[in-house]
């Protein structure tokens, strides 16, 4: 009798986990929000002031999204970053308009945070790339700061 309450259980168990809902596309979106918003106070308390964001994609394992933006010559802008909770190592680079690397945070971490002072106006760009992630995809956003 033990043997048949014991396969009933794992049945029970086995439906229960299969029934569970999968986090929802605004789950994600909720949790990647608070994720900035948890950053944001360090940014503020620094001076900054929100100036785009957050701006959010997707990408698997070893991919990599391109975000052109446009930055002033001596402003000082903070880039933060941050992925979902299959992500484990997020990394990002700022390449100015002749496309060198000007900053970079590539420390094995899931929220990158790069701070820049761009020496000419133009288009630079944010790339973001997804070290490690533990799902078929990963879902991302990054914040701009401005002071």
């Not at 590539?106 to 990158?112: D, E, I, Q, W």
């Amino acid at each position: 009798m033990g043997s048949w309450v014991q396969k009933a259980a794992a049945a029970l168990i086995a439906l229960t986990l299969v029934a569970a809902p999968a986090a929802t596309a605004q789950d994600l979106r909720d949790y990647l929000q608070q994720q900035l918003d948890n950053r944001e106070p360090r940014s503020t308390e620094d001076g900054f002031a929100r100036a785009a964001g957050p701006l959010a994609g997707r990408l698997s394992t070893s991919r990599a999204d391109a975000m052109p933006m446009t930055f002033r010559s001596g402003q000082e802008i903070r880039v933060v970053g941050v992925c979902d909770q299959a992500c484990n190592d997020l990394d990002m680079r700022v390449l100015d308009p002749g496309g060198r690397i000007i900053a970079s945070d590539v420390s094995g971490n899931n929220h990158p945070t790069i701070d820049i002072r761009p020496v000419i106006t133009g288009q630079y760009t944010i790339e973001i790339g997804m070290i490690d992630c533990r799902a078929q995809s990963c879902r991302y956003a990054v914040t701009i700061y401005t002071r």
